[in-house]
């Protein structure tokens, strides 16, 4: 026998089913009124420092099949590299949001500012990224995945050189088609599957 | 560069990686949706980064009076809803055993009769006028919660020709971390349909699945008022930073 470690396993994840809105997004889910206003409604406020960006995509299926009940948060810092709470951060980033497929298209918008560049505990600087949390029916637990920007120097980040499959790297990867405009697609399973973390 | 120290105060590591083990497989072929939207790659694992360890931080301003009373938090007091009263109450904890205080706790769930009040619920059980389905609390300095409500009932699903969903409350969870984000639910001591359940037998470990299973709490429940179920949450912990200030490579 051994002495005994005195930890605790993590509570199981369990899917957020199909009426996940009800308890996120209540708005969305008919809920009007339920609460002043929905959490994680704005990921900046009027005024945020830097570059605003509108980032819409979809997130597919094993069957490319575009989902009409998944539900994103994001969470990034500022301009400036700073998340909220940390000193000098801007204070019109809220830095976290929260947003819906919509339920004819599978389309979703995420309205923010480009994030900057953030300093790893060991040294050095990841490319400016903004990290995802995608929930739905029949997802079991959680996807954790990063937006990463096309226009920016991407060649030195940590997470996307681990990435052995050189072009699986462009699964996390939004792509440019305006000013201020990214598009950035999830491909849950299957061809192009994005890569998922586990971090 | 110094790393920001957590809620707490304490100088806080990277985040403890998660033991897939305790946690549903992605794929299960008795849950039919699962199976055409999990992953079939392995995930990218790395040790976490500021992106994980910081999060979002709601102060108390963000809740009404009534946000964690799902009896009489849709018709804003007037009138209550309809179902056995309980109290669902405990902690959210990491897995260092400490207390994960003022952080928020979102739950969601079906009436007494199992209808949720959304659009895409076809069921023929009723919805209840007096009731939501919703509702949000933060955890206070030892990392307690609690909320008022109605015992959900159980309900039919769409997947294999018979499949019911066991009474149970949904549950999300931030902690201080984007990393210890969590969705789960909340089963009921005794309830018959969680063995025969496709979702909760999405978790292949035993007593992993004993975890949510909330125990009726009589030391709670409030002479004819309410019964009471304890329901503990343990989010992923963070590391100590002693020992890591060695220089790269050594
Ligand atoms: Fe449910």
């Known amino acids: 026998m051994v002495q005994k470690l005195d930890v605790l396993a993590e509570s199981a994840s369990q899917t957020g089913g199909p009426y996940v809105h009800i308890g996120l997004i209540p708005s969305f889910a008919g809920l009007e009124g339920m609460y002043p206003e929905d959490l994680g409604k704005r990921a900046i406020e009027e005024g945020a420092q830097g570059q605003v960006i509108t980032i819409t995509g979809s997130v597919f299926d094993g069957t490319g099949w575009a989902l009409r009940d998944a539900l994103i948060e994001s969470w990034q810092p500022d301009a400036q590299g700073r998340f909220p709470g940390q000193p000098g951060a801007d204070p019109k980033v809220n830095g976290f949001c929260r947003f819906a497929a919509d339920g004819q298209s599978g389309e979703y918008t995420l309205r923010t500012v480009k994030p900057g560049r953030v300093p790893l505990r060991g040294g050095g600087l990841q490319a400016p990224h903004v990290s995802l949390w995608i929930v739905a029916r029949g997802i079991n637990v959680g996807l954790q995945t990063r937006l990463y920007f096309e226009d920016e120097d991407n060649s030195a980040d940590p997470l996307l050189a681990r990435i052995e499959q050189r072009q699986r790297v462009q699964t996390l990867i939004a792509k440019r088609f305006g000013d201020g405009q990214y598009r950035f697609d999830i491909r849950l399973q299957g061809e192009g599957e994005t890569v998922f973390l586990d971090i | ?250």
């Open chain 2, 1 to 250: 560069m110094t790393m920001p120290a957590d809620a707490t105060g304490a100088d806080a590591g990277p985040l403890i990686p998660r033991n897939r083990a305790v946690h549903p497989v992605a794929c299960d072929i008795d849950y039919k949706t699962s199976v055409a939207r999990s992953p079939a790659l392995p995930l990218l694992s790395m040790e976490s980064t500021p992106s994980e360890e910081t999060g979002p931080v709601f102060g108390h301003d963000t809740l009404g009076a009534l946000d964690n009373n799902l009896i009489l938090n849709w018709t804003k007091g007037a009138a209550p809803a309809v179902g056995e009263r309980i109290l669902m109450h405990g902690r959210v904890l990491d897995e260092l055993g400490r207390p994960v205080p003022h952080t928020l706790v979102e739950i969601w769930q079906a009436n007494a009769g199992g209808r949720y009040r959304h659009v895409k619920d076809t069921y023929f059980a009723p919805l209840d006028p007096n009731f939501g389905g919703c509702g949000r609390t933060i955890t206070d300095a030892q990392g307690h919660y609690q909320f008022l409500t109605i015992r959900p009932g159980a309900y039919p699903w769409p997947n294999r020709a018979n499949d019911w969903r066991p009474m149970h409350i949904h549950v999300s969870v931030f902690g201080h971390s984007f990393g210890q984000r969590l969705i789960t639910q909340m089963y009921f001591e005794g309830d018959p349909l969680i063995p025969l359940c496709p979702i909760a037998n999405t978790i292949k470990d035993r007593a992993s699945l004993d975890r949510l299973v909330a125990p009726l709490d009589m030391a709670h429940a409030r002479p004819l008022d309410f019964l009471a179920y304890k329901f503990d949450i343990v989010l992923r912990g963070r590391r100590q930073t002693m020992f890591e200030n060695r220089p790269e490579g050594m």
